[in-house]
């Protein structure tokens, strides 16, 4: 089982596509959240989406300027990320789980550096 994301550096107030692509299990079965932290801060929510990708939740501090979508034929979930702050820093992480509403992740990606700066 593997979840693989890339992130990069970008300046402040430009846009970023995060992707994340699964092998090793069925990924159209899994709904799929983007978490990140920052240096010194706890781990925290960004997006999530449902299997069929026509539900979506952001958190506040992103919604408006992310968006999550995913392409089960390509096993891969995106986060597009606009207007980036440099609070956006952080080391981003996809994760899955069966249900798009409670329970734990199943599997988690090895998080990918995001770097805000000009």
């Known amino acids: 089982v593997q979840l693989q994301a890339w992130g990069g550096l970008v300046q402040p107030g430009g846009s970023h596509r995060l992707s994340c692509a699964a092998s090793?299990?069925?990924?159209?079965?899994?709904?799929v959240a983007w978490f990140r932290q920052a240096p010194g801060k706890e781990r925290e929510f960004v997006a999530r989406?449902?299997?069929?990708?026509?539900?979506?939740d952001y958190a506040d501090s992103v919604r408006g300027r992310f968006s999550i979508s995913r392409d089960n034929a390509k096993n891969t979930v995106y986060l597009q990320m606009n207007s980036l702050e440099p609070e956006d820093t952080a080391v981003y992480y996809c994760?899955?789980?069966?249900?798009?509403?409670?329970?734990?992740?199943?599997?988690w990606g090895q998080g990918t550096q995001v770097t805000v700066s000009s």
């Open positions: 994760a899955v789980r069966l249900s798009f509403y409670s329970g734990r992740y199943n599997y």
């Open positions: 989406i449902n299997t069929s990708g026509g539900m979506t």
């Open positions: 090793g299990f069925t990924f159209s079965s899994y709904a």
